[in-house]
């Protein structure tokens, strides 16, 4: 059974957007994050798109977060980051790992 995707808008401490995703990113559900990152107004700043609680991204999560490269940094956790290197989104977009990610 796959554990439903959540996204929170909001801000980081320094008022910067921020964009949490939890649970899992799969072909049925990509477009979401992919609205959902479209919803929040290009900036200076770049949009960070925090996947740390996320547990599960396939290639069509991987298509949305290749798509918007160009307005987006990320925090991952230590099961993505593999998954981000190997990709080559990590030469793309900063990338930063937390150890502990938030609980869900």
Do not use: C, K, W
């Amino acid at each position: 059974m796959t554990t439903a995707l959540v996204l929170t808008p909001g801000h980081g401490p320094g008022g910067f957007p921020v964009l949490r995703a939890a649970g899992e990113i799969d072909l049925a559900n990509a477009h979401e994050l992919a609205a959902a990152i479209d919803r929040i107004p290009e900036s200076d700043t770049p949009l960070t798109v925090d996947v740390s609680a996320v547990e599960y991204l396939d290639s069509a999560g991987l298509t949305v977060l290749f798509a918007r490269a160009h307005r987006i940094r990320l925090i991952t956790n230590p099961l993505l980051s593999p998954l981000l290197t190997v990709s080559g989104l990590s030469q793309l977009v900063s990338v930063r790992e937390v150890i502990d990610p938030p609980p869900n």
